[in-house]
């Protein structure tokens, strides 16, 4: 079963950044995940290597809607920004040697066709494949679900990030597949996982439905999990979701549940 990442930011948000780290080790976790804007880099270097947590993931280098602090990949207009955004995005990868970023899809544009909103995140994309591939640094693009939490994102099915990531044709471009997500839209996501897992970059996990602990409810992850363990995909699984216990019993919980491979 692949181990289980903690995101900072969706946990743990009762204590100061600091203590998330250590609270996430004291729990058994060794990888974890956060969104890089904002943040004190050398402070995140240190805690690295305090707490020997591995940061498999950074959020935050694209937005829905241009002109909110973050560049949008379906504004053509954005194209100089996002590509000095992803630059220092990469900086911020490589000092915390972080294999990869998340960039979500954007926001639908009033009067645009879905092949003009795949045309322009394609170009988008391929304007900052070479800057990725020379580092060495992959970015996850993430569908949401467009049923529940985000009813303005244009690409929501992991069919249409496919296609994005196959026509951009990098492979510093791939899909960060959130179990979550897909399946509120109907995915069957063993199907789905065993027919594309050579275009996933990587995952995220929340129960079905309410996006709280993967723990009951419509989905059973177990054989899921073990699904991604056959492909051979050999990094963390981050979970990503609102805990609905006391941050430390909601991570313990899922621990437990989802323990490390031997």
Not at 49 to 67: F, H, W
Not at 203 to 222: N, Q, S, W
Request: proline share 7%.
């Amino acid at each position: 079963m692949p181990r289980l990442s903690v995101h900072l930011e969706a946990h743990l948000s009762d204590r100061p950044f600091p203590e998330r780290w250590r609270a996430s080790r004291a729990l058994g976790f060794t990888g974890c995940e956060f969104v890089w804007r904002g943040k004190d880099l050398a402070q995140a270097q240190s805690l690295e290597q305090e707490t020997g947590l591995s940061v498999r993931c950074l959020g935050g280098t694209t937005g829905g809607v241009p002109g909110h602090g973050r560049p949008a990949l379906t504004a053509p207009g954005d194209a100089e920004y996002l590509v000095s955004d992803v630059e220092k995005a990469i900086a911020a990868a490589q000092a915390l040697q972080c294999p990869r970023l998340v960039m979500v899809p954007g926001d639908r544009v009033a009067g645009w066709s879905t092949a003009e909103h795949r045309a322009t995140v394609v170009a988008s994309l391929r304007g900052v494949a070479p800057l990725l591939e020379r580092a060495g640094v992959t970015v996850v693009l993430e569908p949401l679900n467009s049923r529940v939490d985000h009813r303005t994102c244009w690409c929501d099915t992991s069919a249409e990030a496919f296609a994005v990531v196959e026509a951009v044709g990098s492979p510093a471009v791939r899909v960060l597949y959130d179990l979550y997500h897909m399946a509120v839209m109907g995915d069957d996501l063993r199907a789905v996982i065993r027919a594309h897992h050579d275009l996933i970059g990587y995952y995220h996990i929340a129960g079905v439905p309410g996006r709280h602990e993967p723990l009951g409810g419509e989905v059973d992850f177990a054989p899921v999990l073990e699904c991604i363990d056959e492909t051979g995909y050999a990094d963390y699984v981050g979970l990503e979701y609102g805990p609905s216990l006391a941050p430390e019993e909601s991570l313990r919980r899922v621990r437990a549940a989802y323990p490390d491979p031997a």
